[in-house]
């Protein structure tokens, strides 16, 4: 789910959740949770639907233990078993007996979702989970929310500015504005349709590259990630994480723009492409550029758009450094 | 000490905490459900909770002699339940109790207003009903409150004076506790039994706060900052 501050994201995620007062209709997989009409209107805690917020919201006068085991039995071997399944997935087995004043915020993050999944929800809402931690952090922990979604098989609906995630993530994009959808479908076509940055000024993209990764037999460090519409893309090879299927994401900063041809410059992926269309801003703009067969996105200030003279239609050559590519899964 | 200050030492505190015991769960209720609520009937109640802090004890003991006097208000439930209330102890912990109440319920409403509502609603999410989350989440994190609240009510009931003396009078060894023993033998000039009084008094003030700080240092650890 996207869409700028104040389209209604958590009130939407709230009202779902049952933490909301809110009238209509709400259905989660046949059941209905509300049904104003009806005069249905299960409570929160009947609803069985995880919430994990932007902020974590563990209990602060519990350990981690006792936070992730909040929801669960006192005891019986169901309890311990979902147990022991959360604490694996997310990897918080050393950080059990700490309370949360001492945890960094990725961590929080992790016992927060642990605690979460521990009540086996059959709906999880993330909102914003990842929205306060850093690059680096967010890209550890991207990983673990595919976990969950593809070996717990729990749903998730995810609130995010960056759009990055949500084609990493989601099957479908929901774009929210003033309480009312914009769009929804498939993320690529809601994106292309939409043009979220102008919709939400503070959505963040980075460029998200899908495909095959082989190694590159003659050199050492450096793989070929094999797309299936478009060029092949030199990337980065870390021995520790195994080839085949690969998501690569590449920042707009990273994305280098000439009018010239290129020629020896040390970035190994240089194509040719055309502007696609440019979002301006006050002091920036992001420029789409399709080259390659691929969609890019590159983030110029406005003086380069303006000296460049860069409109659509316009022919360019971009720039990427191996090691500008960092690997999502 | 002699025998009698030992007997008005008991008495006291036996009044003091049957109503600071009596008033705490509903000191907890209501300090919870203003802290909850909002709009005019919240103003309402609260006004008249705090007006046993402003208005002159002997003022709050005579209102309360009319309710509880025979043929009064509640004289009249007390006397069909049999129950001798006038000039007996339980008629100092009734005083103390109107009297200690609103000191009780600030310090809670306000340590259950700082518990963010979102965190009840998590702990909802997680599949607990109200009250389990009241229990589990609202009263661990708003302990301190209750515990300052609790020590303020306590120490109240041990000096109640004004209210006590109009409900329950002054009789000694029956409802002359310590406040009121230091005014009686200070008006009959035994200045020298009323100074160990107000020694008994001094130990006993000393000894609360010493259990409380204590209470909240050994609480206090483990949902602090890093160790």
Known sequence: ?329 | MTGEDFSILLLTLRVAAVSTVVILPLGIAAGWALSRGGGPVRHAVETVLALPLVLPPTAVGLLLLQLVRPGGFLGRLLDRAGVELLFTWKAVALATAVMSFPLLVRPVRAAFAEVDPRLLGVARSLGHGPFAVFRRVALPLAWRGILAGTMLAFSRALGEFGATILVAGNIPGRTQTLALAIFHRTQIGQDGAALRLVGVVVAIAFLAILVTETLERRRARPSGAPA
């Open chain 1, 1 to 329: 789910m996207m869409g700028p501050s104040g389209a209604g994201k958590t009130s939407l995620l709230e009202a779902l959740a049952g933490l909301r007062r809110a009238s209509g209709r709400i259905e989660v997989s046949g059941e209905r949770l509300l049904d104003s009409a009806a005069g249905i209107d299960l409570p929160a805690e009947k609803r069985r639907i995880g919430y994990v917020p932007q902020d974590s919201l563990l209990f602060p006068h519990l350990t981690a233990e006792e936070n992730v085991r909040f929801g669960l039995a006192k005891r019986g071997p169901a309890a311990a078993r979902l147990f022991d399944e959360a604490v694996g997935i997310l990897e918080i087995r050393d950080l059990l007996a700490r309370y949360p004043a001492t945890l960094s915020g990725g961590e929080r993050q992790r016992v927060a979702l642990a605690r979460a999944l521990a009540t086996r929800p059959r709906l999880l809402l993330l909102d914003e989970p990842l929205a306060a931690l850093d690059v680096a952090l967010r890209e550890r922990i991207l990983p673990y929310l595919l976990r969950v979604r593809d070996e717990m098989r729990i749903p998730f609906l995810y609130v995010t500015h960056n759009a990055g995630e949500a084609l990493l993530l989601a099957r479908a994009v929901l774009l929210l504005r003033d309480g009312r959808v914009l769009g929804s479908g498939p993320p690529s076509d809601v994106l292309a349709a939409h043009r979220v940055e102008a919709v939400d000024p503070g959505a963040s993209f980075d460029n998200i590259f899908d495909g095959l990764l082989e190694k590159k037999s003659d050199e050492d460090g450096v793989g070929r990630l094999v797309t299936p519409r478009g060029a092949d893309l030199l990337v980065p090879l870390d021995p520790s994480f195994p080839l085949g299927r690969a998501v690569f994401s590449v920042a707009p900063e990273d994305v280098l723009l000439s009018v010239r041809p290129l020629d020896g410059v040390s970035a190994r992926n240089v194509f040719e492409g055309v502007v696609a269309g440019i979002d301006r801003f006050p002091s920036d703009a992001i420029v789409h550029v399709t080259a390659a067969g691929l969609p890019w996105r590159a983030h110029l200030t406005a003086g380069s758009v303006r000296e460049l003279a860069l409109a659509a239609g316009r022919r360019v050559w971009i720039a990427v450094k191996t090691q500008a590519f960092r690997r999502l899964r």
